[in-house]
């Protein structure tokens, strides 16, 4: 039986293995199969493997007292077929979790069915743990040993954490190159990983791609499935899965560019987008670390959800693709569209929007988070006279952008509002005010949009089309196109915010930099610069 074991410092520098251990560990434990995953030899080995665990392990959704953990049974990955080489039958798998990274004191273990209903995916929800506390886990099946993966619970609901790291993720397009970004970002040890949309990309590759994919669209449940095998079998995208917990939601292309709710995309029946919505929900929730209250009825998947940790801070995660309005005036970016003023549109939906007011008046954390997926702040996108906007945000749902606001604004208590948003390609950083058009208006709170972790390729540095941002909206405060994450440390008294951005993304080995970095002080809303 073949054995993996890792080790992750508590902190930054104090001894344990390096990130290149954990590789060489991780893919002595995997038969090598999947350090160089762009050789056609060794794509060839996935393929012909036998090993259930090519698509490694993850844990997610953490609260005081238990963890859910994940993986999914794949020899074969990218079988065709969407069903990763498995036979269709019941196969059990074994679990367990531990005090150390040595597993010499498990705290938990047991057995469960995987069942090729589910493509043979495994969602443990385990309970009765220590709160605040890091475990190790693995699993194993038929003589094969998983690699082992590191989580952790969140704090007690009356502990004030002294100090938390986040890391903040999205868009990551295998295509369009390495997700080394992903590998950076869990070297920083993140306490918690907030991946906020476009997991996967849905379109077939472009010609050219550095790194060449899948054929065709997605738009089979077989599709989806084996779309999702592809990126699994990303060496840094596992490695970063292992690493630390992880809370997920989606955005659009986990289905189809800028769907919203039930309206058909293009040009597809509204029959046909209805069962292309559910063969995407079912293999999203496959392939994610997701508990049983996410567990797809149909097209519909309950995904918006709170998660506390502690005293220090309320996340919010919301879904604004499922229930929104249909984008006004067509979608696109418009100069005059009514309809994004008119208040019975939301781009959350009555439903979501109620919940969201009452979690809010339930909450007292010293930090109110909102992790979603697109632009936030008002963002007009015409130099010069006149306005426009992309009706895909939430500048084209003006009145439901207020609401939120409103819950997060009022002057019962001082309330210290983040919103963690994906979707851009790009870096943002912005206040966000009350009045958008007066910068003496009060501050609310602010927004940190995190840029891809590859998608749009390379990208470049503050242009001069950048500048005309600045100008025509001066609540925004930093930009840059390159790609990368967001680091993030968030303390009693202060969030500081670290713009991590790679020079190149088209080949592989890219060093971590940082393009800018801010400090928002608990009770006084707004960016410093750091």
């Known amino acids: 039986m073949m054995s993996t074991r890792f080790r992750f410092p508590d902190a930054v520098g104090r001894g344990a293995a390096t990130r290149r251990d954990f590789l060489q560990q991780t893919a002595a434990g995997l038969g090598g199969a999947l350090l160089f995953p762009e050789a056609p030899a060794v794509l060839a080995q996935v393929s012909g493997g036998s090993d259930p665990f090519a698509l490694g392990v993850a844990s997610g959704d953490p609260d ?33 979790l531990a005090a150390d990274e040595r597993f010499s004191r498990v705290v938990r273990r047991g057995e469960v069915e995987a069942l090729p209903q589910d493509a043979h995916s495994i969602h443990v929800e385990v309970d009765g743990l220590d709160a605040d506390t890091a475990y190790f886990y693995r699993f194993e099946c038929e003589g094969h040993r998983s690699p082992a993966g590191r989580t952790r619970t969140s704090p007690a609901p009356g502990a004030m954490r002294a100090e938390t790291r986040l890391g903040v993720v999205s868009c990551a397009s295998r295509d369009a190159g390495y997700f080394t970004a992903y590998r950076l970002m869990a070297d920083e040890q993140p306490d918690l990983v907030l991946h906020l949309g476009d997991y996967i990309y849905e379109n077939a590759a472009r010609a050219g791609s ?96 709170t998660l506390r940790w502690g005293q220090l801070a309320t996340f919010y995660v919301l879904d604004t693709r499922q229930f929104r309005s249909v984008q006004g005036c067509g979608d696109g970016t418009h100069a005059d569209c009514a309809a994004r003023l008119d208040p019975a549109r939301s781009i959350l939906g009555p439903v979501q929007e109620a919940w969201l007011a009452e979690q809010s008046r339930l909450a007292a954390t010293r930090w109110d988070v909102l992790a979603q997926q697109v632009f936030f702040a008002n963002f007009d996108r015409t130099a010069g006279p006149g306005e426009s906007y992309a009706m895909d945000k939430w500048s084209g749902y003006v009145p439901s952008r207020d609401r939120v606001l409103d819950m997060f604004g009022g002057r019962d208590r001082q309330r210290n ?43 470049a540095d503050r242009s001069p089309a950048a500048d005309m941002l600045f100008q025509e909206n001066p609540h925004l405060r930093y930009h840059s196109s390159r790609r990368g994450y967001i680091a993030c440390t968030v303390t009693p008294t202060h969030w500081e915010a670290h713009f991590r951005i790679l020079p190149y993304v088209t080949r592989p080995g890219a060093p971590r930099q940082t393009g800018q970095s801010f400090v928002i002080e608990a009770g006084r809303p707004g960016l410093t610069r750091a």
Do not use: C
């Open 417 to 459: 509002l983040m919103v963690l948003t994906g979707d851009e390609h790009a870096h943002f950083a912005g206040d966000l005010r009350r009045d958008w058009k007066n910068p003496e208006s009060p501050i609310v709170g602010s927004e940190l949009v995190g840029s891809s972790i590859t998608s749009g390729g390379d990208g």
């Open 64 to 96: 005081e007292q238990g963890i859910v953990l994940w993986t999914r049974l794949a020899p074969e990955p990218l079988a065709l077929d969407g069903i990763g080489g498995m036979k269709a039958s019941v196969v059990p798998v074994r679990w367990e």
């Open 210 to 305: 550095p790194r060449p994919g899948l054929g065709g669209e997605t738009k089979t449940l077989a599709d989806y499935r084996l779309r999702y095998a592809f990126y699994k079998t990303d060496p840094d995208l596992q490695y970063a899965h292992a690493a630390a917990p992880w809370v997920v939601v989606w955005d659009d292309h986990e289905i189809v560019d800028n769907w919203a709710s039930e309206q058909p995309r293009r040009g597809l029946s509204p029959a046909e987008h209805l069962a292309r919505m559910t063969a995407a929900a079912k293999a999203y929730y496959e392939a994610m670390p997701l508990r049983r209250s996410a567990r797809p009825a149909g097209r519909y998947t309950q995904l918006y959800r």
